[in-house]
């Protein structure tokens, strides 16, 4: 039973920050129609740069504000700048820019903080002995007070989507962008905002995650994440942000799960395996679970 | 009245007929300087022709990619592993069973094509971002798998194949001190047989169908262009040719490692160069193969080498800007207002209805550059 | 001075001009209609006007010129386009449709009578309030994106061919209720039809568009009496 929790627990820790990460991705494509693939390197540049401020005595809550500010800032000139030119050309145009960013920031990070790997500091206590004990299980602070932060992050921006103007007028331009245009709405703006949102989350996601194990601040950290991530965003429904946040959350359930019992997968083929699976959903549903099904007018 | 003087200089464009002398006359010239270009390329010292045979390899790579991405716009981030497959399909029957590693190539090509056909399944009910990471999934599975099997791959430590068996047969008069220019040759080979079919299969009834998938699919269903049939075959011819490239890979390389050689980062790398040379051309790859290979040998030296990404990563923000179709697609667009070739008037049958298809869209869509412009095209 | 007045008005989609320089004008309170074929280049004009497209030309609203605008400040200016297929929000409510066509008004009392003020007029459209859009049918949905785009209280209402796809019985109901909304708010509108029977019966004026340019003009009556204009350019 307590190695069952342990499992949960971990499982849970990642599920959300998978769950996090998914719900950015799905935003950026219901707004721009493409996926994000810098959202990962996006993350781990804020994150250093939250490391970078720690190193310098910032208090940690600072750094968290400040790199997720840098965050939004990130998301919203990379829409205005790289994003809105190109998408007007085509798919495959955008994604390769989007490739290209990514390539740029990782090598950047290389660059700018070296090539070791750091560790990060907790913005909760994070000490051997800070948990508490659950059913035998150890539940450490940092993860429960990330899957608080995470709920907190995750409700709100539903609040935003469902029940305020600017929520309204998001949802607006990802189902019609020419209309929302022509009811008044500021599509542009809009769009950097839905940018910006999302690679502020993609922030705090890695401002989080980064402390849970030593060590683990370096240039490949963050790209295993966003390909959990994007499975779980498909896996949901690129469309449904509610079915990314479910499918994250379940994928790191079962992640933790399998690769605590089941000894034979270990290491990354649980994503080789996570995308098979995947597969397999998108070939019997390809709009994903809770996605819907595009018509396309001939 | 004087007659206008109709010895003028010509006006530029220069129209050149096909099949004209004039053109026959280009097109030999043009292959024998490539010819000509190829021996001065082995006549350098042994660093410079290995880097030009790893050019070669991945221009051979980028070709097959080139055939579903840039034609058929299904755009695979999953070719490394198909590049892999081939890799290791050669050194393990060079290895484990002796094979001449010439003919392992076919084997390699063979075993591609089907696992092509196989994962190209898939591309018949996902479609345009789905389908892409689904092959980025491909591309993560791959060196996993290889590590998972170390009875047959060697697995993290690798697999070293036999030299002997690599060695320069003595035909060719090449000793073993310069069998370094045995790899090369191979590779020229290798991709001018690649290019050859690439051309053909692109100038054709596939070429049409392949270019109707990536601009008009709805319509190209429409017209009742069989879409499962070129979407499968297209993966199917991309994956080997990737394949045979890896196989080449191997003999130059002579010890693989799955976790260092096949991993996304080489998919990644494919559709730069990819990008760099131009989708959709036949030159372009090789543009591409050259693009990936030097320009991290340039920027080397600058610290430490971690440039590398951030130089390939402006070069296609850059290039999606300024140049979306890449350095062949400029060069097209520059030479067109020097030297046109004017295509034979159709003398031939009733055109076919995918033929039909594209000829109208060209006139609702005036596209003189050919490229397309819905969904996977680049511009 | 007229509402709206369009002079000399060229565009079109890159290289392609549509508009070989068409110029009209609607007064306040007017109902205008644009008539003309397919590819005549009337939806291109409304796309110009509401600057969806660029164009060259001048566009002026009571004297202000409004040529080059982002289509969400034409609307601020007044202008509100119901386009060509509806342009439904499909996946977001009826009421959620309604408040996005609000999206330029900062009065949120007005708003809500005004969203109670529909709901009275369409009880069909209060009835499926909470309702995705895009279960709506056709009829129904061309009120909604009536209703969406005066809920800008626009001083001139774009409408492009709002007939289109709808069975007579329903086109009927739409154009007495563009007449109602002339009649009661005051809203002028430029319609562009097809249906050029029907268009001219509601209309005080029109023009007939033929390969982007303006071939007549006048005043609907005199239109509507000429057979030669009938016969030759309305196919009736």
């Avoid at chain 1, 903080?113 to 990060?120: F, I, K, Q």
């Amino acid at each position: 039973m307590q190695l069952f929790l342990e499992y949960l627990f971990d499982g849970i820790s990642n599920g959300a920050i998978y769950a996090a990460l998914a719900l950015a991705l799905v935003m950026v494509f219901r707004g721009t129609g493409t996926i994000n693939f810098a959202q990962g390197e996006m993350a781990l540049f804020t994150t250093y740069i939250a490391w970078g401020l720690t190193t310098k005595n910032v208090p940690i809550i600072l750094c968290l504000l400040i790199a997720t500010g840098a965050g939004f800032v990130l998301g919203a000139v990379t829409e205005r700048v790289l994003i809105r030119p190109i998408e007007r050309k085509s798919l495959l145009a955008t994604l390769i820019v989007l490739l290209g960013l990514f390539l740029a920031l990782n090598s950047l990070d290389g660059i700018l903080w070296g090539n070791e790997n750091y560790t990060m500091a907790s913005l909760f206590p994070n000490k051997v002995s800070s948990f508490v004990s659950v059913g035998g299980a150890r539940l450490y602070w940092a993860n429960l007070g990330l899957w608080i932060l995470v709920a907190v992050i995750v409700g709100a921006m539903f609040q935003l989507f469902n029940h305020t103007r600017l929520g309204l007028h998001m949802r607006a331009t990802a189902s019609n962008r020419e209309s929302a245009s022509l009811s008044g709405i500021a599509v542009g703006r809009i769009l950097m905002l839905g940018w910006g949102f999302s690679a502020a989350i993609g922030a705090v996601a890695g401002i989080l995650l980064t402390p849970l194990s030593p060590d683990s601040l370096g240039v490949g950290e963050m790209f295993p994440i966003l390909i959990q991530a994007s499975a779980a965003a498909l896996l949901g429904g690129l469309d449904s942000p509610g079915g990314a946040v479910i499918a994250g959350l379940m994928l790191g359930v079962v992640e933790a799960l399998l690769s605590g019992y089941v000894s034979v997968i270990g290491g990354q083929l649980e994503e080789a395996i996570a995308f098979v699976a995947i597969v397999l959903v998108l070939l019997v549903r390809p709009q994903g679970l809770f996605g819907s099904k595009e018509v396309e007018r001939v | 009245m004087t007659a206008p003087d109709t010895r003028a200089l010509p006006t530029l464009p220069l129209q050149i007929n096909q099949g004209s002398p004039t053109h026959r006359f280009l097109q030999v010239f043009g292959l024998v300087l490539l010819v000509a270009l190829a021996f001065l390329g082995s006549r350098a010292n042994s660093f410079q022709v290995g880097l030009l045979t790893q050019a070669l390899i991945y221009a051979t790579a980028i070709a097959g990619l080139n055939l579903v991405t840039g034609y058929t716009g299904m755009l695979s981030i999953g070719h490394s592993a198909f590049f892999g497959i081939g890799a290791y399909t050669t050194g393990i029957l060079v290895t484990e069973r002796n094979w001449n590693p010439l003919t392992t190539f076919i084997v390699a090509f063979a075993l591609c094509f089907i696992v092509g056909l196989i994962v190209g399944l898939p591309a018949l009910r996902i479609r345009g971002i789905n389908l892409a990471l689904v092959t980025l999934a491909l591309a993560v599975a791959f060196p996993e798998l290889i590590d998972r099997f170390p009875g047959l791959t060697g697995g993290t430590l690798g697999l070293n194949v036999t030299l002997t068996s690599l060695l320069p047969p003595h035909w060719t008069g090449i000793g073993v001190q310069n069998r370094f220019e045995y790899y090369y040759w191979i590779s020229v080979v290798v991709l001018a047989l690649v290019l050859v079919l690439c051309a053909n299969l692109t100038r054709g009834r596939t070429g049409l169908a392949m270019r109707a998938t990536r601009d008009r699919e709805t319509a190209a269903t429409a017209v009742g262009i069989n879409l499962a049939w070129i979407k499968v075959f297209t993966f199917g011819v991309s994956a080997a040719v990737t394949g045979v490239a890896g196989s080449v890979f191997a003999m130059y390389l002579g010890s693989l490692s799955a976790d260092s050689s096949f991993t996304l980062t080489l998919s990644i790398t494919l559709i730069t160069g990819l990008v760099i040379g131009g989708v959709a051309t036949v030159i372009g790859p090789i543009i591409g193969g050259l693009a990936v290979i030097y320009i991290p040998h340039w920027t080397e030296g600058i610290h430490q080498g971690e440039t590398e990404g951030l130089f390939f990563g402006v070069i296609l923000i850059i290039l999606m800007f300024v140049m979306p179709d890449g350095l062949m697609g400029l060069t097209k667009r520059l030479t067109r207002h020097v030297v046109r070739i004017k295509p034979r008037a159709p003398t031939g049958p009733r055109p076919s209805d995918e033929e039909l298809l594209v000829a109208h869209d060209q006139i609702a869509h005036p596209d003189p550059e050919g490229k397309g412009d819905t969904t996977l095209a680049l511009s | 001075m007229s509402l709206l007045e369009i002079t000399d008005l060229r565009g079109g989609y890159g290289p392609s001009m549509v508009l070989h320089g068409i110029s009209l004008s609607v007064d306040e309170g007017e109902i205008v209609v644009v008539l003309g074929a397919n590819g005549a280049g009337k939806t291109t004009t409304m796309r110009a006007i509401s600057g969806l497209i660029s164009s060259k030309g001048a566009i002026t609203l009571d004297g202000r010129s409004i040529s080059g605008l982002h289509p969400d400040k034409v609307v601020g200016a007044g202008i509100s386009l119901v386009p060509q297929g509806r342009g439904t929000f499909a996946k977001l409510s009826v009421e959620d449709n309604l408040q996005v066509g609000a999206a330029k008004r900062r009065d949120r009392a007005g708003v809500k009578d005004d969203l109670e003020q529909w709901y009275e007029v369409f009880p069909r459209l209060a009835e499926r309030k909470k309702q995705p859009a895009g279960t709506l049918s056709g009829g129904e949905q061309q009120m909604l994106a009536i209703a969406r785009a005066l809920m800008n209280r626009p001083r001139l209402l774009l409408c492009d061919e709002p007939s289109l796809g709808l069975a007579p019985i329903v086109v009927r109901e739409v154009f007495a209720l563009l007449t109602r909304i002339n009649t009661e708010q005051k809203t002028a509108m430029l319609i562009v039809e097809q249906n050029a029977q029907l268009a001219l019966e509601i209309a005080s004026r029109a023009y007939v568009l033929e390969t982007g340019t303006v071939v007549t003009e006048g005043t609907a009556a005199s239109l509507r009496d000429s057979d030669a204009v009938r016969r030759a350019y309305l196919g009736y």
